[in-house]
């Protein structure tokens, strides 16, 4: 199974200052039709998972611009240009290009 | 709008089998892969496997091959994951999501089913 790692696994920001998390793949998540199956997902305090970012970089709708995904193959991020209260929550990166899906270990966002 | 609606909170026994349903609307359900995700009490999230709405086909990760079972009755657009031989460390909320309208990925979430294991 490809293993995921994500760094840090908890993150103290205060509002309107830019967050970042890391994920690493064990393997290249580069499709031979051309795309990268990373995605990126929310689980607010209480509440289901939800999709943020798909295919590295591309937001899902609804999603606001402050958050944004880069990266390649085995190397990605996702960033928060200025953190807001409501984006406290654990993010998740999935890698879906082999079977079985996985998921990193989940990055605590709080609010200082 | 896309929905998926879980069956209620369960409290089994060791030992004992559990189902989980999930109901789709808002979209064509024979159309994209339904995945049943886990997650323990303040653990992350876990991928347990999919099915294949339109054949039934369905892939297990390792781990619960043997123990779940993923099925669908199309003519109501719900899907089940049957997951027997309840341990103590099954107690886990369960989500199904789905990968409508794209694939490679979970576009969409149930709101979960808490499956509590105690004698």
């Known amino acids: 199974d490809v293993v995921m790692t994500q760094t840090p696994l908890s993150l103290s920001v205060t509002p309107g200052q830019p967050a970042s998390i890391s994920c690493r793949s064990g393997e290249s998540l580069l499709h031979t039709d051309g795309k990268t199956y990373l995605s990126w997902y929310l689980q607010k305090p209480g509440q289901s998972p939800h999709l943020l970012i798909y295919e590295v970089s591309r937001r899902f709708s609804g999603v606001p611009d402050r958050f944004s995904g880069t990266g390649s193959g085995t190397h990605f991020t996702l960033e928060i240009s200025r953190v807001e209260a409501e984006d406290v929550g654990i993010y998740y990166c999935m890698q879906s290009l082999p079977l079985p899906w996985t998921f990193g270990q989940g990055t605590k966002v709080e609010i200082k | 709008q896309v929905q998926l609606v879980q069956s209620g909170a369960e409290v089994k026994k060791p030992g004992a089998s559990v189902k989980v349903s999930c109901k789709a609307s808002?979209?064509?359900?024979?159309?994209?892969?339904i995945a049943w995700v886990r997650q323990a009490p303040g653990q992350g999230l876990e991928w347990m496997g999919r099915?294949?709405?339109?054949?039934?086909?369905?892939y297990y990760t390792q781990k619960f091959q043997g123990r779940v079972t993923m099925t669908r009755d199309t003519s109501i657009g719900t899907a089940y994951m049957e997951l027997s031989s309840l341990r103590y460390d099954d107690t886990a909320v369960y989500y199904c999501a789905t990968e409508c309208c794209s694939g490679w990925r979970l576009n969409y979430w149930g709101q979960g089913t808490l499956v509590t294991v105690s004698s």
């Open positions: 808002g979209y064509i359900f024979t159309g994209y892969h």
């Open positions: 099915i294949r709405p339109d054949s039934g086909g369905t």
